[in-house]
């Protein structure tokens, strides 16, 4: 089978620049392959960077040169999307370089790292959670840095991540019927989120929880549980006079006065 000259040339320069690489790995010639490694990082090769980094950083351990290594080798972890090891990378630095100009940098990329590592909101928040506190220990360690805006963005995207999990999660009680369980899930979420985009949302399904556990008492509890879904309703209605929910808020608001007079001829 004939090659097309083409696909030749591509394959003498693939294999040509192979057998450089692995010339400059196996050299012996320290001041080489420190050349080479900043050059593949300024070309952004960075796998092909990676390793030297890794020799040269012991060899230079305690020499000036140390620093701006172990700086590239960090980003080099990141650049490649090895976020946890980069988080580690740039750790390493700050303890190792806590005065450098390039300290503040690797501080603020530790906690980037975390936020590149936080996953979607169905899923564990262990890292979302660690990427908060890191975007803030920044922001308290450099307050006046030009960080610190990005800081705050990011860290109320993150928050809003966590509101939408536990958001979903009391959405999940009630949608299984667990009325009890949603309605303090739905507090407990407002609490600690008071600012949240679902906070109109959730107090109507506050009282759409409390509405359908009345509905669905022993007749011990239910003029007690009717009460509450009425006080319910009316804390609602004054939050949120203007709601969408409001229509349906009526409608159940309704079912429950005449649920309660039917309690009230009972007892008389």
Request: net charge negative.
């Amino acid at each position: 089978m004939k090659i097309k000259l083409p696909i030749l040339l591509l394959l003498i320069f693939v294999f040509s620049g192979c057998s450089e690489y692995q010339k400059v790995l196996k050299s012996s010639d320290i001041n080489l392959k420190y050349d080479k490694a900043i050059e593949y990082y300024g070309e952004e090769e960075y796998y092909k960077a990676y390793p030297l980094f890794e020799e040269l950083i012991a060899i230079y351990r305690g020499t000036e040169k140390a620093e701006n290594l172990m700086f590239m080798y960090a980003y080099s972890d990141y650049y490649l999307k090895d976020y946890i090891l980069a988080a580690h990378r740039f750790s390493q630095f700050v303890k190792t370089f806590p005065v450098s100009e390039k300290a503040e940098e690797c501080q603020f990329m530790i906690g980037i790292c975390n936020y590149k590592n936080s996953p979607k909101a169905s899923l564990d928040q262990s890292n979302t959670i660690l990427a908060i506190n890191e975007l803030q220990l920044f922001t308290n360690l450099y307050p006046s840095s030009n960080y610190v805006d990005s800081c705050n963005v990011i860290i109320d995207e993150l928050l809003n991540k966590l509101a939408k999990k536990r958001f979903e999660k009391a959405n999940l009680y009630l949608q299984t019927g667990n009325y009890k369980a949603s309605i303090i899930a739905y507090n407990n979420f407002l609490d600690d989120f008071p600012d949240t985009e679902y906070r109109e949302e959730s107090e109507f399904l506050v009282f759409k929880s409390t509405y359908f556990l009345a509905l669905n008492s022993i007749e011990s509890k239910k003029n007690e549980r009717i009460d509450n879904a009425i006080k319910a309703y009316i804390t609602f209605v004054d939050s949120f006079s203007g709601s969408k929910y409001l229509r349906k808020a009526e409608d159940y608001y309704q079912e429950l006065l005449l649920e309660k007079q039917k309690q009230e001829e009972k007892n008389s």
